[in-house]
Structures are given as structure tokens and as C-alpha cells.
């Protein structure tokens, strides 16, 4: 697709973003702002307790990194009215209902105006706790479907998940959506309410036992683990963001969705700079021994593909997904 066709669908557009203080999310955002300078509006969702804290996370969190800093070049002095015009922070949690947004009037205009909403908040540790987890990549994403499908001019949702959501099979595996209740073993089926409900029950047990919070912690998440393999994957994140899937795909209705499933996502290839990467995450860390000469062979087969794909990559994918299906799904 030609990024003529690509600007000029993003342009007047108002779009709705969570996770944008996250690796691929602050991508995104750049990505947008930098390619279509006429964007109406951004609303970025950020887990903060009242509209203050949002927009000092939203500057501290994302402006101020130097992902940013190409488009400082382009808009030269004016980088800071820019944002100002064109970015408001909201401050929610995606695990509350209407995504945690308290203000009743920025709520009311962000269901008049948004046409895109794009869901990348995610607990990404493999072994959260399994309250957790559930609350953001479970519950978020069914949250998420709802204001969504409130939003009285909305296009498309685009919710990205993750390849391995599929587990650890080996071979050729089709991408095909989650029917409701399916698992990765053929003779269980999942209750995702009944999910819920154990994870209320535990956590419950925990807590009126008097145990430390790190007992609590440390018992939360094995029982996370525990409850993935049941099903058939392999940790509580990838399981997690199946019944999110499943969610997303159940209530959806006429709304038009695109889930996106990116394997292992890396440092960024070329937008808008090469090697652009936030701490040290999953494959980055052999990157970083690499260069500090702390690693100096890896055992492999040079004939077997790695699963990575840069960041930039992703949030091309995302953008185009976009595109396609706005209004074709």
C-alpha cells in the first residue's frame, strides 16, 4: 500500500490509543504524528488517577523520549504546541469499566469523535500474576470492545495480541480467530467467566490468610501458570491474551475488528531511526551482550529462522491493517 493512500486516510482522523506509554504504542503514536501532520486528534488512554498525572505521564513517559526526536526536527520550535494541539492525555485504566475515564464530558466527546481505536495495553510478563493479567489483557480488551462499540463513528478497532497465543506447536500453524471457548487441548472447553470467578475466589483465600504480599505474589502467579497449562499454553501471558481474543471476537457485533498478532518485537528497523529500543526486553538482551562483548558465539542453526520483527515493521502492519479493512470488515 502507498503511503500516499495511507496519509490520506489518517488525515482529519481522530484516533483512540491505549498502551501508548508501552514499547510498541509510543511507535505508533510517532508514527502517526510524523507521517500525517494533519491528524485531528489523538487520545491517549494512560493509567493515572486524575487528568494531571496523565498528562505528566503522557510528557515524561512518551515526548520526552528521543523516539521522538525526528519529529522535534520537523516541526523545529513548534514540537510543543504541536502536541498540545493535536494529543490529549486521558486518564483511565482499560481494566474499568468505559476504560476508567471519569470525566463525563471527555468521555461523551471521545465517543462523538473517535474513528479508530487501536488497543495495544497489555500485561507482557510471561509470569504475571494471574490477577493481573487477567484484569488488563482479559477484561481490558472486553472494555475496551464496549466503548468501542459506544463510539458512534468508529471504523475499525485494531487489537494487537501476540502469535504465540497459538502455544508452542510445532510446524505450519493457520491463523484463525478463537471461537469462545476453545483451548489448545481439543477435549477441554474454557469458561472464561468461571476464570474470573476462580481468580476472585483465590485471591480472596490469599488475602484473608494474612500472607505477605510477596507470598500472595509469588502464589497468584503460579496459580496463573497453573490454569495456562489446563488449557494447553504455555504461560499466563500468551493465555491471558487468548480469552481476550475470544472476548474481542464474541462481543464485537457489527463493529469491525482486526486482531494482529506479532511474534517476538525488536528494536526498530528503520522509523524513525535504526535501533531504537526501550530497556532491555526478551531477545534485546542478547543484543545488548553482544555489544558489550559479553556473549561472543551463539550456538544455532544458520538455516532456522528467528522469530523477531522490528517494531517499525509492526506498527506498519497495524497502520495498513488499518487502512484495508476500515469500514470492510
Known sequence: MELGSVKHFLKGKTISVTGATGFLGKI?????LRVQLDVKKLYLLLRASNPCSATERMHNEIFGKDLFKVLREKLDGDFGSFISDKVVAVAGDVSSENMGIRDVNLRKAMLEEIDIVSHSAACTKFDERFDTAMLTNTIGASNV?????????????????TAYVCGETEGLILEEPFQMGKTL??????????????????LSELQTQNLKEEMITSMMKSFGLERAKEYGWPNTYVFTKAMGEMLVGHMKENLHV?????????????????GWVEEARTIDSFAIAYGKRNLTCFPGNIKEVVDVIPADMVVNAI???????????
Open 28 to 32: 505508533f503514536v510517532e508514527k502517526i
Open 145 to 161: 470492545v464496549n466503548f468501542a462499540k459506544n463510539c458512534t463513528k468508529v471504523e475499525v478497532l485494531l487489537h494487537v495480541s
Open 185 to 202: 487441548k481439543g477435549f477441554s472447553k474454557l469458561d472464561i467467566e468461571f476464570e474470573k470467578k476462580l481468580v476472585e475466589k483465590k
Open 258 to 274: 482486526i486482531i494482529l498478532r506479532p511474534t517476538i518485537v525488536t528494536s526498530t528497523y528503520k522509523e524513525p531511526f535504526s
Open 319 to 329: 497502520i495498513v491493517a488499518m487502512v484495508a479493512n476500515a469500514n470492510q470488515c
